[in-house]
């Protein structure tokens, strides 16, 4: 059975335009690079869309809704999924591009990413939020999570940019446990590009909140942006490239990775 057979399309608006689309592809007995055609991908791309794998971008909804004259369904459709989509998928979603991805860059304003933490810190973040019940298990979750990336360096790239606020004050206020952190953070940075926004910067892009940009192992630009209840998973190229400009005029502003270690020595009261 091939993918696109199992997927369960009453699970989300995503998987349910990936079923359409190929009941629509063989309604019109088109193989599947007759339809990439249509869409201006390959064959491979309309294998991982029917498979839920990919999501469809503005361009190729358009191009699908001129070739078909379906009065703007696909681009309405996209609209939909976008405003609709349900967080815990674009979660998934996240995990299967980082999976094998070339280059994985974050932002974090306010508090330390997931492939910097230390279990305490994870274990103090979480149960600060107040909204998880079983507390270890969402422990586990993100420290496998940040074994994934960390298991792929140096093949993967992965860079951080940091406020410094982030740097400077646990969840639960102890601070022990941010000095631990701290310290994680300065060896980590031997093998992981980390550098430093520092306050006398100020307000700057990064306000508008958290963000990570991919590029997975076929090539492919993505990008996550967190927000309440979740986040969004960002297919569309000219976002993407939106928040890529971000994330450069956000390096521009921040010190240089020798600087930034000297920061979080600093921070931590290492001598």
């Given at each position: 059975m091939v993918a696109a057979e199992s997927?369960?399309?009453?699970?989300?608006?995503?998987f349910y335009m990936a079923f359409y689309?190929?009941?629509e592809r063989q309604k019109h007995q088109l193989s599947q690079s007759q339809m990439g055609q249509i869409m201006g991908i390959n064959k491979y791309g309309v294998s991982n869309f029917e498979a839920g794998r990919n999501r469809l971008t503005q361009e190729q909804a358009r191009r699908i809704d001129q070739k078909w004259e379906t009065g703007g369904f696909w681009e309405g459709m996209r609209g939909f999924a976008l405003k609709y989509?349900?967080?815990?998928e674009w979660a998934k979603q996240l995990r299967d591009f980082e999976t094998g991805a070339m280059v994985v860059k974050m932002y974090h304003g306010r508090v330390i990413p997931v492939p910097l933490q230390t279990?305490?810190?994870?274990?103090?973040?979480i149960t600060a939020g107040r909204m998880v019940v079983d507390v270890e298990e969402a422990v586990r979750a993100r420290m496998a999570r940040q074994a994934l990336l960390l298991e792929q360096l140096p093949r993967m790239r992965l860079w951080i940019l940091l406020d410094q606020r982030a740097l400077e004050e646990a969840p639960n206020g102890d601070p022990a446990l941010m000095r631990a952190q701290l310290a994680h953070i300065r060896e980590l940075s031997e093998r992981v590009s980390v550098r430093v926004v520092p306050r006398s910067v100020h307000a700057h892009i990064g306000v508008d909140g958290?963000?990570?940009l991919i590029t997975t192992a076929s090539g492919k630009d993505v990008a996550y942006v967190w927000a309440q209840l979740g986040g969004r998973l960002?297919?569309?190229s000219t976002e993407v490239r939106v928040l890529s400009q971000r994330y450069d005029t956000i390096g521009a502003q921040a010190k240089s990775e020798d600087d930034s270690r000297e920061s979080i020595r600093k921070s931590e009261g290492a001598p």
């Open positions: 997927l369960d399309r009453f699970e989300s608006l995503w689309l190929r009941f989509g349900r967080n815990e279990e305490d810190y994870a274990r103090a973040l958290d963000f990570e960002v297919g569309d």
